[in-house]
Nanobody, 115 residues
Framework: QVQLVESGGGVVQAGESLRLSCAGS????????MAWYRQAPGKQRELVAA???????DYGESVKGRFTISRDNDKKSVYLQMNTLKPDDTAVYFC?????????WGQGTQVTVSA
């Protein structure tokens, strides 16, 4: 069974930083796109950031300039550095990875930003 293991969520104050990590499964030979999504209460899940196997990145408009996505292919991991956090960033953050055959989701990690 392939699982994505997320870590790094927590409670911070506005203006502070957090770094999320997500480790993929050793059973998957390689991952193509890796991404982070988030879902706030009462809202739809939205793309936060994505990175392709060629390290091309894409960001949601609300996080551009504050968040940075990166990946380590040897560790089959993806990271999200979140700076200058705002209360609006409060959400459950989900890791996503795709292989040539299917897609995988993490279980989610809570990020709470207090004013």
């Amino acid at each position: 069974q392939v699982q994505l293991v997320e870590s790094g969520g927590g409670v911070v104050q506005a203006g502070e930083s957090l770094r999320l990590s997500c480790a993929g499964s050793a059973n998957v030979v390689s991952y193509n796109t890796m991404a982070w999504y988030r879902q706030a209460p009462g809202k739809q899940r939205e793309l936060v950031a994505a990175i392709t196997s060629r390290n091309s990145t894409d960001y949601g408009e609300s996080v551009k300039g504050r968040f940075t996505i990166s990946r380590d292919n040897d560790k089959k991991s993806v990271y999200l550095q979140m700076n200058t956090l705002k209360p609006d960033d409060t959400a459950v953050y989900f890791c996503f990875m795709s292989s040539p055959y299917r897609s995988y989701w993490g279980q989610g990690t809570q990020v709470t930003v207090s004013a």
